[in-house]
């Protein structure tokens, strides 16, 4: 199957900093990556769908402006935590899909975010 | 009544037993259903992908889809002790419509 990376997988920092994960497509084009927030013993939550080239969609209730999505090639897509507090500490998972619409997405291995 | 219900367990099952899995769901406009497995702090990990309603086998994995019920099922044969995890299943709608909506997973032990 497709492979989907995904960097960094965990990363600590201190209340008030900036975190960047990264999802990388490795062997397919993604038009349409997908990023989901899941926390312990709960299913995964989406929080924003990228497109390449254009802005984020953001689900109800997640913040734009906290959760920046950068998808600047079809390859990469980008998940800036700002300004990150002990609440944002969560296993944030990206997928991709790069297959029209049959809704089959491979999913990256996730980023563990701890914010002290 | 949520979109996508599954039971979330846990199911503990000696190794070499049939494990079964499901989901029951209340959006009939879902035709996409996917089986994913992960394991603890990993990403899913699609096992099954299945369109619309019949049966798909691969190896030890069976998945059925009866869509006149709104009800997905994964069977496991000989299951293993590696084949403890969580399971998830998800669906999506119909032409350009990749968002998936998950159940909340079954969590597995396969006891040797």
């Known amino acids: 199957g497709a492979v989907v990376s995904q960097h960094p997988s965990w990363v600590i920092c201190k209340s008030g900093t900036s975190v960047k994960i990264e999802c990388r497509s490795l062997?397919?084009?993604?038009?349409?990556m997908f990023w989901y927030r899941q926390f312990p013993k709960q299913s995964l939550m989406l929080m924003a769908t990228s497109n390449e080239g254009s802005k984020a969609t953001y689900e109800q209730g997640v913040e734009k402006d906290k959760f920046l999505i950068n998808h600047a090639s079809l390859t990469l897509s980008t998940l800036t935590v700002t300004s990150a507090h002990p609440e944002d500490s969560s296993f944030y998972i990206c997928?991709?899909?790069?297959?029209?619409?049959?809704?089959?997405?491979?999913f990256g291995e996730g980023s563990r975010l701890t914010v002290l | 009544q949520k979109e996508v219900e599954q039971d979330p367990g846990p199911l503990s099952v000696p190794e070499g037993a049939i494990v079964s899995l499901n989901c029951t769901y209340s959006n009939s406009a879902f035709q996409y259903f996917m089986w994913y497995r992960q394991y603890s702090r990993k990403g899913p990990e699609l096992l099954m992908y299945?369109?619309?309603?019949g049966n798909k086998e691969d190896g030890r994995f069976t998945a059925q889809v009866d869509k006149s019920s709104k009800y997905i099922s994964l069977f496991i044969r000989d299951s293993q002790p590696s084949d403890s995890a969580t399971y998830l299943c998800?669906?999506?709608?119909?032409?350009?419509?990749?968002?998936?909506?998950f159940g909340k997973g079954t969590k597995l032990s396969v006891i040797p």
């Open positions: 998800a669906m999506s709608g119909g032409a350009g419509s990749y968002q998936l909506t």
């Open positions: 062997d397919f084009q993604a038009t349409t």
């Open positions: 299945t369109y619309s309603s």
């Open positions: 997928s991709a899909s790069g297959f029209a619409n049959t809704g089959e997405l491979f």
